[in-house]
């Protein structure tokens, strides 16, 4: 069956050499738009393009405002400051993620929290998310204090893996009843839509990766988008090292982040935007291939988007029922030319993250155990 899937791929991407998981692509302006910041000189932290960047991709997913940043997880950082999360806070997310998720949390001194993610979504659950806070909190002056640890939960988290939505509209229902900021890990989500609304805009705040291996990138970068105008100032106060504006003068009025998206890689994202839609289209289309071929695999199910959302598709994903095979299909895969990849180990079993309070954790490990990643790259 494993050679039946490498030779599936090669033929997909017409081709027997090495694929890597995911490749971005410049096939638009992108050239174009590097030599014109080049010759602008302004291939810093100020010139048009991150202007209009941030213009374009706020009306992209429509938020208010968007603030570009050096990368998601200073997107994430700063989010979490913006929603008021201080050091002995609490966070809630999901224990499968990326390291970003929880190490955000962690540099402002917080402590994760995790609770379960659904099967099919494989994002945080508000079934869980609603166990752990009624077992768990209560409302104390406006704050949602847990009772075990007597500390105050400030914010969730919850992560749209791999571009499939989770049940965000359930999320920010639960999260308003027991008032705490939702601030969505987007980074993984841009073009997906949950019930038609672009994910990362039901939040107070939401994050978005720009990495090498996302679905549209420069090289290294995040936005924060929001709808508060309120907010969107201070993000990008804090994020351009807190420096009141002045012709000349530097004066900064707090301790801010040096994490502004330099104009030279937002030539890149601008003219990666340009092309998000047909980068979509081809993952999409990919995607029911996928699903397809693997319709009559009974070892093997294709994770397709779920019911209530329409996925960018950007990772594609397969579970392996039999949690034996797993490793014996990463090792096929991997060793005749086609990279393959599991999902990430549970944060809670990772040594920093090994004290924090957990809910029951079930549906998590089992996609811990069966899930790997499949070639993605959009095929040109
Ligand atoms: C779920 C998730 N959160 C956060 C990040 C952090 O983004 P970055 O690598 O741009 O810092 C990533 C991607 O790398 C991610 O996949």
């Known amino acids: 069956m494993y050679k039946k899937v490498v030779d599936f791929i090669q033929q997909i991407y017409n081709t027997k050499e090495f694929l890597p ?25 100020v010139g048009k393009y991150v202007d209009k960047f941030e213009e374009e991709f706020a009306k992209k997913v429509g938020s208010k405002y968007a603030i570009a940043t ?11 400051i913006l929603a008021n999360v201080t050091k002995d806070d609490e966070v809630i997310t999901q224990p499968l993620t990326f390291i970003a998720t929880c190490n955000a949390i962690s540099y402002i001194g917080a402590k994760s929290v995790f609770v379960d993610v659904d099967l099919d979504t494989m994002g945080l659950s508000p079934k869980s998310l609603k166990e752990f806070l ?6 104390i002056d406006n704050r949602c204090i847990n009772k075990t640890t007597n500390k105050t939960i400030k914010a969730c988290v919850p992560m749209h893996t791999f571009g499939h939505s989770c049940r965000i509209d359930e999320i920010k229902k639960i999260c308003d009843q ?5 601030v969505e890990d987007a980074a993984e989500s841009l073009g997906s839509y949950y019930n038609d609304k672009h994910t990362g805009t039901f ?21 924060i988008v929001t709808d508060d105008e309120a907010l969107a100032k201070k993000a990008k106060h804090l994020t351009t090292t807190a420096k009141i504006p002045h012709k000349w003068e530097y004066v900064h009025d707090e301790v801010g ?19 998000l839609d047909t980068f979509i289209n081809s993952k999409r289309d990919l995607a029911l291939k996928y699903k397809e071929f693997f319709k009559s695999d009974e070892e093997i199910d294709f994770i397709a ?5 329409k996925s960018n598709y950007w990772l594609q994903a397969i579970l392996i029922k039999d949690i034996a095979k797993r490793d014996e299909f990463l090792d096929y895969t991997n060793k005749n030319g086609i990279m393959t990849r599991p999902i990430w180990k549970l944060m809670n079993e990772l040594e920093m993250f090994k004290d924090c309070q957990c809910a029951s954790l079930e549906n998590s490990k089992y996609l811990e155990e069966r899930v790997v990643n499949i070639t993605s790259s959009v095929i040109v």
Not at 178 to 182: K, P, R, S
Not at 257 to 275: G, H, I, K
């Open 305 to 309: 988007e779920p019911s209530h959302s």
């Open 134 to 139: 009624r077992a768990n909190c209560e409302i």
């Open 70 to 80: 050096v990368n998601g997880t200073s997107a994430l950082h700063i989010s979490l």
């Open 257 to 275: 982040f040096n994490y502004r998206m330099p104009n030279l890689n937002a030539a890149l994202l601008v003219a990666q935007l340009e092309q």
């Open 178 to 182: 027991y008032n705490i900021a939702l």
């Open 203 to 223: 939040g107070r705040l939401g994050a978005f990766s720009f990495n090498g291996n996302k679905i549209i990138t420069s090289g290294g970068g995040g936005v």
């Open 21 to 45: 998981l995911h490749e971005p692509r410049f096939i638009g302006n992108e050239k174009k738009y590097l030599n014109d910041c080049i010759d602008s000189t302004f291939v810093s932290s």
